[in-house]
């Protein structure tokens, strides 16, 4: 039978023992009773030493807690930027720190890694002219303080200052030179005019490198452009080719010219020494053509007639001398006399006087040679 059924006289689970329905607490009762008893109202002693030590319980977990959150880790390749109140106090070192929370904070800043800032865009160059450039600039930063709190965004101040260094080096330079040769000048310009803006910020930060990459012309003259690439580069090929063709001609005419040298120097040489030897031998033959003039015109004629003949290929027969035929291999004859003679040349006027004579007359007979008294008789 329930408890509440008509005719139970049991007791009423909510302490009514008679048994009365008066209905569940009051639940605003029941908060209220706790709360006095928690509260540190008007009650007896027991009841103020619960609400003390309950009140050190809990400021002894806030105080843990508060602890507890202080702890943290600055990693190996970091560095953090301590502010009491604001105020810059130091820097901390990487691994497990405590800081003091509410009062205390720390900034960690990667003083390890090599970040990169890219600039780009249309730029002007000295030759009035537009060229696409694109550069990427790598730093690292070396004081984090500084990096945090000398600008509002140290990056976005050195993203500006390297736009503004590559326009200016850019506006002085020629198109040619930034698009060909010129590139390692300008990115070393580039980075010098870099650290130049930078400096009086103090934005604790160092310039790794500067990579300038390749420059373009706008997409509207690009083929005109490389057209004229071309040229320039068709125009560095012939001036190439055209050394090579003067460094592989001028060894040859210098070699021809020291042999037409040497060749004229050994001409010179022979003619003055011959001219000598004629001299000499003009010498010699003065007494003795002096003291014997008759023998010494035979001998002479007699020797320009063998050297005249020695080298021709006719064959002169004596046929007043004698009635008998005679055999000559005229073809052997002819033979050993092309084989083995060979055209000197006559050293004095009187040998060549005397050879031209004895051509004009190769087809007399010997017998027809003028006699000596005839000679004689000539002279």
Known sequence: ????????????????????????????????????????????????SLSSFSLIIVLGIAIVVWGLSGFYTVKEAEKGVALRFGQYVGDVEPGLQWKATFIDEVFPVNV???????????????????????LDVQYRVVDAYRFLFSAVDA????????????????????????????RDQIRRDTWAEVERIIEPYNLGISIEDVNFLPARPPEEVK?????????QED????????????????????????????QA??????????????????????????????????RLYLDTMQTVM????????DSKSSNNMMYLPLDKLMQKSQSD???????????????????SQNSMPIDSRPSRGERQGRN
């Open 1 to 48: 039978m329930a408890w509440n059924e008509p005719g139970n006289k049991g007791k009423d689970p909510w302490g009514n023992k008679n048994g009365n329905d008066k209905g569940p607490p009051d639940l605003d009762e029941v908060f209220r009773n706790i709360s006095k008893r928690f509260g540190g109202g008007k009650g007896n002693g027991s009841g103020s």
């Open 112 to 134: 390890n890694t090599v970040r990169s800032i890219p600039a780009s865009g249309s730029m002007l160059t000295a030759d009035e002219n537009v060229v696409l450039v694109e």
């Open 155 to 182: 990056n976005a101040s050195l993203r500006e200052a390297t736009d503004s260094a590559l326009r200016y080096v850019v506006g002085h330079n020629k198109m040619d030179d930034i698009l060909t040769t010129g």
């Open 223 to 231: 083929d005109a452009f490389d057209d004229a690439i071309s040229a």
């Open 235 to 262: 125009e560095q090929r012939f001036i190439r080719e055209a050394e090579a063709y003067a460094r592989a001609i001028e060894p040859k005419a210098r070699g021809q010219v020291q042999r037409m040298e040497q």
């Open 265 to 298: 120097n050994a001409y010179k040489e022979r003619e003055i020494l011959e001219a000598r030897g004629k001299v000499a031998r003009f010498e010699l033959l003065l007494p003795q053509y002096k003291a014997a003039p008759e023998v010494t015109r035979e």
């Open 310 to 317: 020695s080298g021709t290929s006719k064959v002169l027969v």
């Open 341 to 359: 003679a060979r055209p000197q040349k006559v050293n004095s006027a009187a040998s060549l006087n005397s050879s031209s004579s004895t051509l």
